[in-house]
């Protein structure tokens, strides 16, 4: 070998610094990767560690005795008497049954405080519905009060303080070892609306007011927008106009959301007088927000379509509107879908514009219209992460676990449907 | 024979002086001359009638003056190095160019006497009656029964199904296809062969029953027997046919077609019988195409 | 001269193609030279009663042979593989038909060296002699003007030999009434002199050949087969 070196050679000895170089290169996109799906991790570790309490409650089942003279109470039937009586009492005194030693007022004090504040309603419930229950011994299952729940399920947890007597931790701990105070899965979450109670606070109000509002902006923002990217894409002639519109539309995409809340109250609201804090509003300022990535990446799908298809048809003799609604309208189908899906999801996730026009309220009762008074998911955990009292928190991390949970549906949903449909050319 | 009279000779000139943009005069490009087409450019028993064609893209003017007769059920082809504009004339005659905004046609284009550029004239029904077949095969994603139904169903060929089937199956068998796909024309087209899908394409286009079938390098995308059968499948078309066809092989326009068109730059340089062509053409580019001179 | 056919043939995108149409030709005039020379050879095997030579021409024809199907399978190959158009095409053609002409000329020589052979064993013909180198030359030449016209391309000398061949063809006639009156006048000669009338024959079917050849440069170069056509029609076609 003289200073005459091959090319082989050549090549051979610059291979090695090729590979360095490249597995560099990869190393980099994996520590990318890396970093993102750590901080990912993080992230649902944090939340569902926070939020899987949420959805457990805490149970005290206890027989009760339905006498009419500690209840004072006498006819069930009579509304002024069932209104006054006093449904405390019988729980107290199962309480004292199990407990023996609490027989003091005091200790009657501590002991009421110890079940749901609405566990005495339950029991004039089930008098108002079934008066000849009266005088009989019940087996019934009540909702803890919140701080013995805080206590039951986060006892050694820094970030939450007990609010217990020390005389009442000894009775939990008693009723614990007895069974009458136990866990189970928090099915009141997913039946009842809001409540100023944490114990008894409900994510299905917002989850059906969530509903309601995408179902009118779909309603709305998917004919909407589907028309004008066909309009735009196929129809529209090139001139200053378009070119304004879409350069518009384009900024619309990127206005934030919140400016759209305030579209909406000051039109919706304010103009056309609608109620405040209604699905309708909200599903109408949330197809506003929609709409410009509906039609962008309806656009991006018609586009895609390929010309091909647009030469066969034109040169069968199809027009402009057949050529449009038979085949590039079906083939972007897919692409529409996907987008509108994404779209929702963003709509989904959207809190700012639904603060302005009132859906922030607190309501109780799962609507049933588009005319009712209602919240959305994000607004809920919204309210309830600033919300006082301990309970929520975790209902919060909850609320964000089910949201998270319809997010991935769509976005699983929009990633299915397009393998699905696109697999026909 | 080289001299045919030219029919229309007075009327073109008076319609030329209008346009200044064209130079009627001897070009010379690359230092080549073009001169008036050479060959027999005209017919007696003429389909297309095109006189003094020009075509811009914006100030590009990709077709420059060029005038040619189409005869009934001839198969003629257009040869020429890429960007001669021999696609950009084809498309004209069915106003394929019409979609393209930056596009104008000038000249007079008659089918069968009448100006197919007539505004009043509609595109749908002119493209109904000139098929067009392209470069790839463009079968809808739809089933092979609907890709050849789609045509008669949106020009209301068909009263009822039955019609409709006898058509579907009719331009299928012309289309040399029938025999292989008859037990599945539910299925898509799409899951042809490439040669399967073009003659698919030639079935789409001849089920509405047009005059004229404009083939655009119809078989670029295939094989050679796929190919041998799209060609054989052409000269069996001529005979209820009259199709313009644009190939880039050579051989190709030697084999199916009656007359060949020369391209270059955008003038038409020569038409002649296709065995003239390829034996001794006059023109001298011509000559140096079809040898393998260029470049 | 040679540039300028080489230009005609040589400016193919494909190198290939260009040294294979080169090739062709260059092997086609070599052995248009190697039959000119067994004629001439045959001719002077015949004045000179030289019975070797006549010997060298019969043995040359083998290599004629060779190079004739050595020919043929080349342009077979081009047609294969090229296609060639136009031009090309013609060349190829014309070759194919041509290099069977030439092999007929070197056929006729042969015949005239068999003749040249059978007259050094009998002795020499009386008269007849001075016919055959005459009309011997005159078909040389036209043998060798078209060869040249074919390697120049020159339609206007391919034209002159067409018309040539008629005076060949009034000497050949001219020779054959005289040879004829020999005959008759001392009929020990027939013989002897019938081995001249049938070299008279194949020089007269040389020029014929010749005269193909002439017929297919024509065709080379204008695109026109002037075969079977009045001469004013051929002038007409290489005048254009």
Not at chain 1, 289 to 296: K, S
Not at chain 2, 196 to 218: K, N, T, Y
Request: net charge negative; proline share 4%; aromatic share 6%.
């Amino acid at each position: 070998m003289t200073d005459q070196t091959s090319p082989a050679e050549l090549v051979r000895r610059s291979l090695k610094r090729r590979y360095r170089k490249e597995r560099r290169f990869r190393a980099y996109g994996i520590l990318a990767i890396v970093i993102a799906l750590s901080a990912l991790l993080v992230l649902f570790a944090d939340i569902i560690s926070k939020g899987y309490t949420g959805f457990i409650k805490t149970t005290i089942t206890l027989d009760v005795t339905l006498d009419p003279e500690v209840m004072y109470l006498e006819d069930p039937t009579d509304p002024d008497e069932l209104s006054m009586a006093d449904f405390t009492a019988p729980i107290v005194r199962a309480l004292q049954e199990e407990l023996p030693d609490a027989q003091d007022k005091t200790a009657e004090r501590e002991l009421a405080r110890m079940v749901g504040t609405y566990a005495p309603n339950r029991i004039r419930d089930l008098l108002k519905d079934s008066p000849e229950l009266l005088g009989t011994t019940q087996t019934m299952t009540f909702l803890a009060h919140d701080r013995v729940s805080v206590y039951v399920k986060h006892a050694d947890n820094d970030m939450y303080s007990i609010r217990l007597s020390e005389q009442q931790i000894e009775w939990v701990d008693q009723l614990r070892e007895q069974g009458i105070i136990d866990t189970a899965f928090n099915d009141v979450l997913f039946s009842t609306g809001d409540s100023r109670e944490p114990t008894n606070a409900g994510i299905l109000g917002a989850i059906v007011g969530s509903l309601l509002t995408l179902v009118v902006t779909l309603v709305i923002a998917f004919p909407v927008g589907v028309a004008a990217a066909v309009y735009l894409e196929e129809f529209a002639p090139r001139n200053r106009l378009t070119d304004f519109i879409e350069v518009n539309i384009n900024n619309l995409a990127a206005v934030p959301s919140i400016i759209f809340g305030l579209l909406g109250l000051a039109v919706f609201i304010g103009l056309f007088g609608m109620p405040r804090s209604v699905p309708l509003v909200g599903g109408l300022v949330l197809a506003l927000m929609t709409l410009p990535t509906i039609i962008i990446s309806s656009r991006a799908a018609i586009k895609s379509v390929p010309p091909s298809i647009r030469e066969a048809a034109e040169g069968i003799g199809a027009s402009k509107m057949q050529v449009v609604l038979h085949h590039v309208v079906p083939l972007a189908m897919p692409g529409m879908m996907t987008g509108s899906i994404i779209g929702m999801a963003q709509a989904l996730g959207e809190t700012a514009p639904l603060l302005l026009i009132g859906m922030v309220a607190f309501i109780v009762d799962v609507p049933e219209g588009f005319l009712d008074s209602a919240t959305a998911l994000p607004v809920q955990i919204y309210l309830w992460a600033s919300s006082a009292e301990q309970g929520f928190i975790e209902l919060a991390s909850a609320g964000i676990m089910v949201l998270l949970t319809f997010l991935f549906t769509m976005n699983a949903l929009a990633i299915w449907l397009r393998k699905r449909l696109e697999r026909r050319w | 024979m080289t001299n045919l009279k030219h029919p229309i000779t007075a009327s073109a000139e008076v319609k030329s002086e209008s346009k200044p943009t064209v130079d009627q005069e001897v070009r010379t490009e690359e230092g080549i001359a073009y001169g008036k087409t050479v060959g027999k450019p005209y017919s007696d028993n003429a389909k297309f009638t095109l006189r003094d064609v020009n075509v811009f893209y914006s100030d590009v003017q990709a077709i420059k003056n060029i005038s040619l007769d189409i005869a009934k059920n001839e198969v003629i082809s257009f040869i020429g190095p890429s960007g001669c504009g021999k696609s950009t004339f084809l498309r004209c005659l069915n106003r394929m160019n019409d979609s393209i905004d930056i596009c104008s046609v000038q000249g007079r284009l008659e089918l069968d006497g009448v100006d197919i550029y007539q505004s009043k004239r509609d595109v749908v029904e002119l493209r109904a009656r000139v098929g067009m077949v392209f470069q790839k095969p463009n079968p809808f994603p739809k089933s092979i029964y609907d890709n050849v139904a789609y045509g008669p169903r949106i020009h209301g060929l068909a009263n009822r199904k039955s019609e409709l089937d006898d058509i579907v199956e009719s331009s299928l068998k012309k289309a040399g296809l029938w025999k292989e796909v008859k037990d599945r024309l539910a299925t898509p087209g799409t899951g042809l062969s490439g040669g399967q899908q073009q003659r698919l394409c030639i079935a789409r286009a001849i089920a509405v029953s047009p005059e004229v079938v404009l083939m655009d390098e119809p078989c670029s995308a295939l094989d050679p027997i796929a190919t041998a059968r799209i060609e054989e499948l052409i000269s069996e078309l001529s005979q209820s046919y009259t199709i313009v066809i644009v190939t880039h092989s050579m051989q190709q326009a030697a084999r199916v077609s009656h007359r060949t068109a020369y391209f270059h730059l955008g003038h038409l340089v020569e038409v002649n019988d296709t065995d003239k062509v390829f034996t001794t053409p006059e023109h001298e580019l011509t000559e140096s195409y079809i040898t393998g001179r260029f470049g | 001269m040679t540039k300028k056919t080489e230009d005609v043939y040589g400016d193919h995108i494909s190198h290939q193609f260009n040294d294979d149409l080169a090739d062709l030709k260059a092997n086609f005039l070599e052995m248009g030279g190697m039959v000119e020379q067994q004629l001439n050879s045959a001719i002077i095997a015949l004045m000179e009663n030289d019975g070797e030579l006549a010997d060298e021409v019969r043995a040359k024809d083998k290599e004629v042979d060779r190079m004739e199907v050595e020919i043929d399978e080349e342009a077979t190959r081009i047609i294969a593989k090229r296609q060639p158009a136009a031009r090309d095409l013609r060349l190829v053609i014309s070759v194919i038909k041509m290099v069977a002409d030439l092999e007929r000329v070197g056929d006729e020589a042969k015949k005239i060296a068999k003749f040249a052979i059978g007259l050094v064993e009998e002795g020499q013909a009386p008269r007849g002699y001075i016919e055959v180198r005459h009309i011997g030359q005159h078909v040389g030449s036209m043998l060798r003007d078209a060869l040249d016209a074919f390697a120049r391309l020159d339609s206007e000398q391919a034209l002159r030999i067409m018309k040539e061949d008629k005076r060949v063809d009034e000497e050949y006639q001219a020779a054959t009434r005289s040879l004829i009156t020999f005959m008759m006048e001392d009929t020990r000669n027939i013989s002897r002199c019938m081995a001249v009338m049938w070299v008279l024959r194949a020089l007269e079917r040389v020029g014929d050949h010749a005269c193909n050849l002439a017929e297919n440069v024509i065709f080379m170069v204008k695109g026109e087969d002037v075969r079977h056509t009045p001469v004013e029609e051929a002038e007409r076609i290489v005048g254009r």
